[in-house]
């Protein structure tokens, strides 16, 4: 569709963390971070049509874990934010609404900023629809208030993370990779493993020059980690028998949590491999959430 009546959908990719490390702690008890995240073109899609009033629907294969949470589900409030926003920058123009939907593809609470991910995406939808698009600082200050994966999400590029979340700085030249993704369908909240991280804090893990191809990552990544992983595998055990499973796939270059967990992600050297292998863990696996295909190399989709 096209003019007023136009309806946006923006892709919401799965966030992964390829390292992470708990570099230190702030006073307010918030951790700090350093890791370098890319993005897969495996997600959901948010889609924004024009409408009265803000509403949401969901649907798509995980759609059921974000039952009952109606006003708190991120979509919704990364709407509102951004209306009020609007408002605020342009009190003249006429108050919009928006219809919402929300094809849920990711697992809820599974460590690759799903949730985040969407709410980037709303308002990158809402930015479209509405044509009042905010600066790049403001866009920046909405989605830190969402959450701290959400700035990185809204970059939607390989970032490296400092601070809480929130401080980017572009990862340019991380080379192409196929990945499998693999969850045990246990919601693991981060807030319960940081609750239970113990021990001190990680040095950083950045690295120059960028490698240039898969395994030259995939050797880098060796000597760094997830420093949640050990916290996450005492509240979900299963964690364990999906990294030895995915670390042991014909091809596999390595294999980690990411995020605060219960995914796990193996990486590749192409697209081919990891859908070769992606299909044999979800043959042996049926009981897993398992999706495959390779770091999205280009902005997030809008149709």
């Not at 123009?93 to 599974?110: I, N, V, Y």
């Not at 939808?125 to 600066?135: G, K, T, V």
């Not at 760094?224 to 995915?246: F, G, K, Q, Y």
Request: aromatic residues 6%; charged residues 20%.
């Amino acid at each position: 569709m096209t003019g007023d009546h136009a309806a946006f959908s923006v892709f919401a990719p799965a966030k992964i963390n390829l390292y992470l490390h708990v570099v230190g702690r702030r006073p307010d008890g918030y951790h700090l971070l350093d890791s370098l995240v890319a993005f897969a073109d495996i997600g959901d899609w948010v889609t924004a049509a024009p409408a009265d009033l803000l509403s949401l629907t969901v649907g798509g294969p995980e759609a059921e874990a974000l039952a009952g949470l109606d006003d708190e589900n991120l979509v919704l409030r990364a709407a509102r934010l951004f209306a009020a926003a609007a408002e605020a920058r342009r009190p003249a123009a006429t108050r919009r609404g928006a219809e919402l939907h929300l094809d849920k593809q990711l697992p809820a609470a599974s460590g690759i900023g799903g949730g985040s991910s969407d709410a980037a995406a709303t308002l990158r939808a809402l930015d479209r629809l509405w044509r009042q698009p905010l600066d790049p600082a403001a866009l920046a200050a909405l989605a830190l208030q969402l959450g701290a994966d959400t700035p990185a999400c809204m970059a939607a590029r390989p970032v490296w993370v400092g601070g809480i979340g929130e401080r980017l700085e572009p990862a340019a030249g991380l080379p192409a990779a196929g990945i499998v993704l693999a969850n045990p369908r246990r919601p693991l909240p981060t807030a319960a493993v940081f609750a239970a991280r113990r021990g001190g804090f990680t040095s950083g893990g950045r690295f120059q020059p960028m490698p240039g191809d898969a395994a030259g990552l995939a050797a880098l990544l060796a000597s760094r980690s997830n420093d949640l992983t050990e916290a996450a595998e005492t509240l979900v055990p299963e964690i364990a028998r999906v990294l030895r499973r995915l670390s042991r796939l014909p091809d596999a270059l390595i294999a980690r949590m990411s995020g605060s967990g219960a995914t796990c992600f193996a990486l590749f050297a192409d697209r081919a491999a990891a859908l070769a292998a992606g299909a044999i863990v979800a043959e042996e696996n049926p009981e897993w959430w398992t999706a495959a295909g390779a770091f999205l190399t280009a902005p997030p989709p809008v149709a």
